[in-house]
């Protein structure tokens, strides 16, 4: 890092109610939004790590809001964990500023936020095994569980309209026109492809509005790189392993089917989400059947018959959501996620579309396995 990049950190970290002396600071993760740093503090001996992160405000317009969501949701889980030792390992620990607010604001007026940093841990970047894939969506079942009875008042909506599909469309055909980078000749097959799939996408965001399935706390991003997992763990036991649930930015009110579609997408596709070599992408039912079986493992007592009427498709929605966002960035020149070259969003929305494919071709399938682990649950 530059001097100067260097000095602004230090200012930021000395408003936050750290303590000791300072290390080291570097940069940290491969998030696609918020730039992030690790930094590592002697206290009376002791070495100790956080986080910290500015707050991307081109994407997050209020980062106050942002913030008293997640201080909120944070708060209201440590709660349900007070009696267990290794609590802090299980939900993020908000650092507060030295005024005591869960922010610090730079010279420059940009936000920051601190969080305690989680040793001995790691995320999934493809998962492995039907081990991996029951603990991933026991996971995300756990956090909707624990957040099932937040009293009001109702959060903040961090991005308004972040799943509503429709609007995804309407930006879609917005970037589409205007083709600042003139890249729609390139992407003919993926803009076709959508087209021909506005409807389909829409199945969620409809019934969200029209009251067929409730809204709920969600965290809106349920990728699986966003599952922190205890380094210790293993499989074996009665219960689960420790994990934590990251980059709460987008927990705000949506549905269920939100996070359990966007765990379908990440966990069932056998190849990265930037694959280039589209036949390595693949939807792979045996981890679908481990992944909604460890999800009903947790969250089968709240769901209503509506919401799991709706999880296969919900799998397939946001595989779609997300290949049209891509696309929409792609067309519009990159302005949201972070790029390695430039046909990087495009070859995010093949290897979205690709993943539907192969759903499709296995539908029958999938829904007989989604029936029968309901039938089980209800027995």
Known sequence: MDESKTRRLWDVLDQFALYGELETIEPFGRGHI???FRSRWNQAGVRVRYTHQRINE????????????ISRVTGHIAKKLQNLSDRSRRVLSVVPSRDRKPYVRDSEGGWWRTYLFIEDAHTLEVAESPDDARFLGASVGCFQKQLADLPPPRLFDAIPDFHNMEKRYLSFYEALEKDVRGRAAAAKPEIAFMRENEERGAVLIRALRDGSIPERICHNDTKMNNILIDDNSDYSGTEYPVSCVLDLDTVMPGTSLFDVGDLIRTVTNRAEEDERDLSRVAFDCRLFEALIEGYFSEA????????TALIVESGRNFAQLMGLRFLTDYLGGDPYYQIARPEHNLDRCKNQIALIHSMDSQWGEVERIAAGIVRRLNR
Do not use: A, K, Q, Y
């Not at 997050?60 to 809001?65: K, S, V």
């Not at 089968?300 to 919401?307: D, K, Q, S, T, V």
């Open 300 to 307: 089968g007592e709240f769901l209503l018959p509506e919401e």
């Open 58 to 69: 081109r994407v997050f317009i209020h980062p106050d809001e942002v913030m008293e969501n």
């Open 34 to 36: 918020n730039s992030t």
